[in-house]
């Protein structure tokens, strides 16, 4: 099983269960609270073992698109790709900002687990080990950065269907220093839920249980609509500038949390068929004090997310045909108008936006490929193929696709048996009228 489906059977394994005992009335947010927690130990810096070395991108390909033209405007899209060559082994979780990209690489056979951290920087080219699991078959599960540190999961070994609980840590790396602490773990109890940590603007968010071991005790019975409600989740950030961790809310029906412009935003369950989490409430909470505002319902999400101060969901329909939806967050948090993008076929998993456009995976019978579409009040402008295969390409969920400003970063692999070739590819997007 590749990580990323891995991670998706794991994901609706914990909304399941998370939102079990949800009633037809829309749930609300608890009171905000803040606590400060004390700072860990320093602990020695991971040691790489490949050493740096400088890869240079291979020559670039350049496009442009015209846009429809509206309201005496002529807009323009132009594209401009680089292919970095990343070997033989799979990259996992891919996030960009600033002038990097960070990456969790498979390593060690057989080649089923990512058990480092790889950092790129783009300005020079240098590509270089910056931490590695610390567990005999731990895995890295999870990497993102903001300013000049990057926070990574570590967890014991790789959760499967015979031993879905793990033990885990969230760790937090200074990549000018090598300096590494645990902002977070599950302090050796085996659980169910590891974190997916977020980052933007020096604020790291990630959810854990309030409770070490959290639910690991409950039996799929109790996974049932009308049972009570399960364990509770704490909605952490932790600020790079101050280093202060503060809980901003807490409880039992929440769904992942990620944060743009200085706002964290979760989905909270609000109707009573939660199992298949047909219907959401999505929930900002703002960081520097306030109340939570419902800012909008998602009816059947399967995907969303939150980046560059836009919030991005797909919400299935009949037939196959998928509708790709952005929403504006305001600074602070507050309630905006949704904008369709986009109705047909897309996959979801790989949906993130960017300042005026999105981007998502597609696919055609010749491989994979990354949409585009550019947008703003008046609608969407475009739909741009990247990277449409001459042999079958792949774009790898579980590289995942990134933006950071104008920069779009995915992994695509070729699989030539028995190895593959993997590639991280970087779109510069620029829309002009």
Not at 375 to 389: E, K
Request: aromatic share 6%; with cysteine.
């Amino acid at each position: 099983m590749r990580r990323g489906q891995r991670e998706l059977c794991l994901a609706a394994l914990v909304v399941a269960s998370l939102l079990a005992g949800c009633t037809t009335s829309p749930a609300r947010m608890p009171s905000v609270t803040m606590t400060t927690k004390p700072p860990t130990t320093l602990l020695p810096p991971a040691a790489p073992s490949l050493g740096d070395r400088v890869i240079a991108p291979s020559a670039t390909a350049a496009s442009s698109l015209l846009l429809t033209p509206y309201a005496g405007r002529t807009p323009w899209v132009s594209l401009t790709e680089q292919h970095y060559e990343m070997g033989t082994t799979d990259i996992a979780r891919v996030h960009t900002w600033s002038h990097y990209v960070v990456f969790s690489r498979v390593e060690g056979q057989p080649q089923i687990q990512t058990r480092r951290v790889d950092l790129l920087d783009l300005d020079t080219g240098r590509i270089r080990t910056i931490a590695r699991s610390r567990w005999p078959a731990g895995v890295t599960d999870w990497a993102v950065g903001t300013g000049h540190f990057v926070a990574w999961t570590d967890e014991h070994s790789v959760p499967d269907d015979a031993h879905p609980a793990v033990a885990w840590e969230l760790h937090l790396t200074d990549i000018e220093t090598g300096t590494d602490r645990i902002l977070a773990s599950s302090h050796n109890v085996p659980e169910v839920y590891v974190p997916l940590p977020h980052a933007e603007d020096g604020l790291i968010v990630w959810m854990q249980f309030h409770t070490p071991g959290g639910w690991s005790s409950i039996q799929p019975a109790a996974w049932q609509v009308g049972v009570a409600n399960g364990p509770a989740l704490d909605v952490h950030v932790y600020d790079t500038a101050t280093g202060v961790d503060r809980i901003v809310a807490s409880g039992p029906q929440m769904a992942d949390a990620t944060i743009t412009r200085r706002c964290v935003i979760v989905t909270e369950a609000s109707q009573e068929n939660v199992l298949a989490f047909r219907s959401a409430d999505l929930v900002e909470i703002p960081v520097d004090g306030g109340a939570p505002v419902v800012a909008a319902h998602l009816d059947g999400s399967q995907s969303w997310g939150a980046r560059n101060g836009w919030v991005s969901w797909l919400e299935p329909g009949i037939n196959d045909p998928t509708s790709v939806w952005v929403m504006p967050v305001p600074t602070g948090c507050g309630k905006a108008t949704p904008i369709e993008i986009d109705n047909g076929p897309a996959n979801g998993y790989m949906l993130v936006t960017g300042p005026g456009f999105a981007a998502y995976q597609g696919a055609t019978s010749d491989g994979d490929v990354l949409y585009v579409r550019a947008f703003d009040d008046h609608g969407a402008r475009s739909l741009r193929q990247i990277a449409v295969p001459a042999s079958p390409v792949y774009l790898d969920s579980a590289a995942r696709v990134d933006i950071d400003g104008n920069r779009i970063v995915c992994g695509v692999w070729t699989r030539i048996e028995p190895s593959i070739d993997a590639q991280l590819v970087v779109v510069t997007v620029t829309i002009t009228s």
